[in-house]
């Protein structure tokens, strides 16, 4: 079963602050977030893990509630190369074998 | 530094026709994937391998075969294709920290 993303779209302006959050039905171990730029390839953006702290890139990070089978992507003081879709993908096994991807939050940043 | 490499980017096939999509990965990865991209609907998985010589199945696998007889290929193959199944395939491989690295794509039409 997929996860749900919220929201599915959101605009910006250059600077401004943006939470993507991916929820599950179903327990799970990890959470991986990817963006993907139109026309090109999704890009690995950060996993976390059950128990596992909250991660940072840059100006981009994530935190995963386990309880609440939640993950949320924090996007602050954004920059136009922000923009493309994000996608949460979910794992339920510590084997991760695969993940189940979300459908998508199109993040579009103007100047 | 090629990583994953698709062919071929572009393809149109009538229905009834088949074809294989090549996806080869220079990273040394056991793991690799061929998903499905549909306007809305994320990134669905086909198939999988957990390393060479193993195939399993995802969430959307009928009306495709693959196989993975050496480590760094990992074959899609259509045998009658139809035209539900035109889409944006993707193959990706997946390291040992679990981030998948994925190919340019394949955009592939059935009339």
């Known amino acids: 079963q997929q996860p749900v993303q919220s929201p599915q779209a959101v605009i910006l302006r250059e600077g401004e602050d943006a939470v993507i959050n991916c929820s599950s039905s179903k327990a799970l171990y990890s959470v991986h977030w990817y963006r993907q730029k139109h026309g090109e390839a999704p890009v690995f953006l950060m996993i976390?893990?059950?128990?596992?702290e909250q991660k940072g890139h840059d100006k981009i990070s994530a935190s995963f509630n386990e309880k609440k089978q939640q993950s949320s992507l924090y996007l602050t003081a954004s920059q136009l190369s922000y923009s493309g879709t994000y996608f949460c993908g979910t794992d339920k096994a510590s084997s991760g074998d695969k993940l189940t991807f979300g459908t998508g939050t199109r993040l579009a940043v103007r100047p | 530094n090629a990583g994953v490499t698709q062919t071929p980017k572009f393809r149109v096939l009538k229905t009834g026709q088949s074809m294989t999509l090549l996806c080869a990965q220079d990273?040394?990865?056991?793991?690799m994937y061929w998903y499905r991209q549909d306007p809305g609907m994320g990134l669905r998985l086909i198939h999988y391998s957990v390393g060479e010589g193993t195939t399993a199945k995802g969430e959307v696998p009928d009306g495709y075969n693959v196989s993975r007889l050496k480590k760094q290929n990992f074959l899609l193959g259509l045998e009658s294709a139809a035209p539900s199944q035109t889409s944006v395939y993707f193959c990706a491989s997946r390291s040992g920290l679990g981030a998948q690295h994925f190919g340019d794509g394949t955009r592939l039409s059935i009339l």
């Open positions: 976390l893990l059950k128990g596992g």
């Open positions: 990273m040394n990865h056991e793991y």
